[in-house]
T-cell receptor
Framework: GENVEQHPSTLSVQEGDSAVIKCTYSDSASNYFPWYKQELGKRPQLIIDIRSNVGEKKDQRIAVTLNKTAKHFSLHITETQPEDSAVYFCAATQGAQKLVFGQGTRLTINP | GAVVSQHPSWVICKSGTSVKIECRSLDFQATTMFWYRQFPKQSLMLMATSNEGSKATYEQGVEKDKFLINHASLTLSTLTVTSAHPEDSSFYIC????????????FGQGTRLTVV
């Protein structure tokens, strides 16, 4: 089955700097890669996703890149703000919405 | 976006009792819903796939007799934790998608279960 590895487990950046979180997956059949943001005690919220027919996607300060050959994808947050502080999860699936999550990254934005 | 509602948001129960958690899709029909479990500071682990009108599919290592799943309608799936023990204490969360295939999964608000 699918296995998703996520790094780093914790990340601390200065406000205004960029943050990058990386994930690798094992199943070459996976074709949908969402990223979720989860605040303490709350439900995960989708922040961006990418499908395997696309190499990069951007939405304002957030971007995701996908390298199918290497089986890795990354989340990039630019101009970070204190409200970006949360736990971020990557996930992979091959179409059944059966998401396999990475271990999560606790992002802290220091003012 | 689509709304998935989960109830209750938190519950405390005594060891040996059973607890039922409901997951509803409020503005769409969901033939498939998913149940996850999340321990503190850890990731979401898929427990089972809930299939409307048929048996749930459980992930390896998840006891189907302990975690009973019923998906009796297109908008409701229930997870019952039977004979709960303190080690069952966790955050349980469901998800559903509006359409099949690679579309956004919407999560319920989660249920924090504490077994005392």
């Amino acid at each position: 089955g699918e296995n998703v590895e996520q790094h780093p487990s914790t990340l601390s950046v200065q406000e205004g700097d960029s943050a990058v979180i990386k994930c690798t997956y094992s199943d070459s059949a996976s074709n949908y890669f969402p990223w979720y943001k989860q605040e303490l005690g709350k439900r995960p919220q989708l922040i961006i996703d990418i499908r395997s027919n696309v190499g990069e996607k951007k939405d304002q300060r957030i971007a995701v890149t996908l390298n199918k050959t290497a089986k890795h994808f990354s989340l990039h947050i630019t101009e970070t703000q204190p409200e970006d502080s949360a736990v971020y999860f990557c996930a992979a699936t091959q179409g059944a919405q059966k998401l396999v999550f990475g271990q999560g990254t606790r992002l802290t934005i220091n003012p | 976006g689509a709304v998935v509602s989960q109830h209750p948001s938190w519950v405390i129960c005594k060891s040996g009792t059973s607890v039922k958690i409901e997951c509803r899709s409020l503005d769409f029909q969901a033939t498939t819903m998913f149940w996850y479990r999340q321990f503190p500071k850890q990731s979401l682990m898929l427990m089972a796939t809930s299939n409307e009108g048929s048996k749930a599919t459980y992930e390896q290592g998840v006891e189907k007799d302990k975690f009973l799943i019923n998906h009796a309608s297109l908008t409701l799936s229930t997870l019952t934790v039977t004979s709960a023990h303190p080690e069952d204490s966790s955050f349980y969360i469901c998800s559903a998608s509006r359409h099949s295939g690679n579309t956004e999964a919407f999560f319920g608000q989660g249920t924090r279960l504490t077994v005392v």
